[in-house]
């Protein structure tokens, strides 16, 4: 029934805001919080979930500054995170593959994007057979390409690099806004007895930025992110890969609603 649904839907908002609240108790800063991902191509139902979502943060005592709002970055995402960010809601627009997709979430004032490295690196590896160093690694060239250019024309947006397969990727951006690293490959990293040098950096990106200024429109983004075969794939494989994991989730919550 239409009850059941709202219910289930209920149930897992209300399980996200408690894994986040949990989360804050132990770190500072901010927590991200997703909204469902078979809403990626709805920027209404985007911006009505978000919403919810930071009520629900701030019936808690939670206030929105330490919550951003996770949102896949299609054009409808980025449409969403374009009016949220104005309402001071801050957003996190994730499964970011492509050069358009960071273009357009620096544009519409987004707080943070998550561009995917090791998903990245997958790919070529994958499909073009290729051997990769750190310096040749798609991912990690990726990353520095918009670091880059948000540097040289001044957007605030955070680069927070994610997704990471070996040290090597870590090492080759180390400098950027944020990077979001695995237990592992923090202890491997904390082995290395190896001098870390800088790569990154606001000043030295505004030298080594070859790109010029674009300004995108819907039918460019679509375009240029079409003609990126790794970014069409990977964000249409994540958005999927999310949505059967919330399929999943809502599974088990009527399965333990049916026995209550």
């Not at 978000?50 to 019936?59: C, F, G, H, L, V």
């Not at 200024?213 to 460019?220: C, G, S």
Request: proline share 2%; net charge neutral; with cysteine.
């Amino acid at each position: 029934s239409q009850r059941r649904v709202h219910g289930v839907e209920s149930c897992i908002l209300t399980l996200s805001v408690a894994f986040g609240i949990e989360i804050l108790k132990i770190v500072p800063g901010r927590v991200s919080t997703e909204v469902d991902a078979r809403l990626s191509f709805d920027t209404e139902k985007t911006l009505a979930m978000a919403r919810r979502i930071i009520s629900m943060y701030k019936e808690a005592g939670i206030s929105s500054d330490r919550i951003l709002i996770k949102i896949a970055s299609t054009w409808e995402g980025i449409r969403a995170a374009e009016i949220l960010e104005k309402e001071g809601i801050t957003c996190n627009l994730t499964l970011l593959f492509s050069f358009a997709q960071a273009v357009a979430c620096a544009e519409a004032g987004v707080t943070l994007i998550s561009p995917f490295v090791g998903r990245i690196l997958d790919w070529y590896v994958k499909n073009e057979k290729g051997e990769y160093t750190q310096d040749t690694d798609p991912g990690v060239i990726s990353v520095q390409r918009i670091y880059r250019y948000y540097k040289k024309y001044g957007y605030n947006t955070i680069v927070m690099g994610a997704s990471f397969r070996n040290p090597g990727e870590i090492k080759a951006l180390a400098g950027c806004d944020y990077l979001t690293i695995s237990p592992a490959i923090l202890q491997a990293l904390q082995d290395d007895k190896s001098t870390l040098a800088r790569v990154l950096s606001p000043e030295k990106a505004i030298a080594d930025c070859t790109d010029a200024k674009i300004a995108l429109d819907e039918k460019t983004f679509r375009w240029m992110h079409n003609e990126d075969a790794m970014a069409s794939d990977k964000l249409a494989e994540g958005i999927r890969n999310f949505a059967k994991d919330t399929v999943k989730l809502e599974g088990i919550i009527k399965a333990q609603l049916a026995q209550s």
